[in-house]
C-alpha cells in the first residue's frame, strides 16, 4: 500500500511540459526509461514497437520543420471550431519550438509486422501501454515530456529513414523542465468519477 501510494504521489505531479532546459540529459537515463517502456504487455508478446532516440540538431530541425507544415494545416483547415476551443487552455499553437529545445526527442513507431515478416496483434493497444509507462518512467527517474501527434505523421519516417512495416505513433520531446516554465493549469477527475466497483472480492482464505 505504501509503495502504490508513493507512486501515485510522484506519477500525480506529471504534466505537459513545452518549456525544456539546456541542461544535457545522459543517454544511460533514457536508456533506462526505455527498457522499463519494453516490459509493457503485447499480444502474443510480439513487442510491436520501436522507440528512436533523436539527440542531433539537424535531426530535430527536418523534424520540426515537417511537423509545424502539418500543424499549421490543421490549426487552419482540419480542426473544427469544438476542437480548437478545447485546445485554447492549453495553449499549443502551430510552434513546436520543443521537437528542438529538447535534449532528446523519442519518437515511437509501432510495428505492423515482426522484423522478420511474422504477423503481430492488438499493435494500437500494446504500443499505448508501452507509451504509458515510458511516460510513467521518465517521471520517475525526475525527466519532464511532452505527447506530441502531429497529424499525420508520415514525414517521421522519412526524416528518420524508417522501414515501411513501422509506423509513427507518438513523439516525445524528454529532457529537464525549463526554469520557471508553464504547464496547463489541470485537474484530474476524482476516483468517484473513473472507478466503478461491482460486487466485493472474496476474503483471502
Request: hydrophobic share 45%; aromatic share 8%; glycine share 6%.
Amino acid at each position: 500500500m505504501a509503495a502504490v501510494r508513493s507512486f501515485f504521489e510522484t506519477i500525480d505531479q506529471r504534466r505537459t511540459v513545452r518549456e525544456f532546459a539546456h541542461t544535457p540529459v545522459p543517454l544511460e537515463l533514457i536508456e533506462w526509461v526505455i527498457r522499463a517502456a519494453g516490459t509493457a504487455p503485447s499480444g502474443a508478446n510480439k513487442q510491436p514497437w520501436r522507440f528512436v532516440v533523436v539527440g542531433d540538431a539537424e535531426t530535430k530541425r527536418k523534424m520540426r520543420e515537417a511537423a509545424e507544415v502539418e500543424e499549421r494545416e490543421f490549426y487552419t483547415r482540419r480542426a473544427s471550431p469544438e476542437w480548437l476551443a478545447d485546445l485554447a487552455p492549453l495553449g499549443t499553437d502551430t510552434n513546436k519550438e520543443f521537437l528542438e529545445k529538447a535534449p532528446w526527442v523519442i519518437v515511437v513507431f509501432k510495428l505492423m509486422q515482426t522484423d522478420e515478416g511474422k504477423q503481430v496483434y492488438y499493435v494500437n493497444e500494446s504500443v499505448g501501454i508501452a507509451v504509458g509507462m515510458l511516460l510513467a518512467a521518465a517521471q520517475i527517474a525526475g525527466l519532464a515530456t511532452l505527447t506530441h501527434t502531429p497529424s499525420p505523421m508520415g514525414f517521421l519516417s522519412e526524416v528518420l529513414g524508417r522501414p515501411a512495416h513501422e509506423r509513427a505513433f507518438v513523439v516525445i520531446p524528454i529532457g529537464y523542465a525549463a526554469e520557471g516554465c508553464r504547464v496547463p493549469d489541470i485537474h484530474r477527475k476524482p476516483l468517484s468519477e473513473v472507478m466503478v466497483k461491482i460486487g466485493d472480492a472474496p476474503e483471502a482464505g
